[in-house]
């Protein structure tokens, strides 16, 4: 799937969204849909930026700007994508390393990590 057309296309994405059966890739340009299943595009995205967030939600670390108790925003877009509360620990862990995220909690407490 990434191919050197491929690692340009993983460059422009934002994140990849499911709905009845039919992926989307939301990239900076534009979309492209086709009919899949998101479980089967995860073994093609190890040792990408791409995690999965959601059921039906995989992002692109290298767009995420914030992320709250249950959404995900990313640069770009005025899109919030939600988080799964099973996903929610696997996230945090993957994001903790990275810097300049700002995590609000249910509280509405603010802290940036660094």
Not at 39 to 52: D, F, H, K, N, Y
Request: aromatic share 12%; hydrophobic share 35%; with cysteine.
């Amino acid at each position: 799937m990434f191919t050197k057309e491929g690692v340009d296309l993983l460059l422009k994405l934002l994140y990849i969204e499911v709905f009845n059966k039919k992926v989307t890739f939301h990239l900076t340009d534009k979309e492209e849909s086709f009919y899949t299943t998101i479980s089967g595009l995860e073994p093609q995205l190890a040792g990408t930026t791409l995690v999965r967030c959601h059921r039906s939600y995989i992002l692109n670390l290298e767009y995420t700007q914030e992320i709250g108790s249950n959404y995900i925003s990313l640069y770009q877009v005025d899109t919030k994508i939600p988080i799964g509360r099973s996903y929610l620990p696997s996230v945090k862990r993957t994001l903790m390393p990275r810097e300049c995220f700002i995590f609000h909690t249910n509280k509405d407490v603010h802290r940036e990590l660094s």
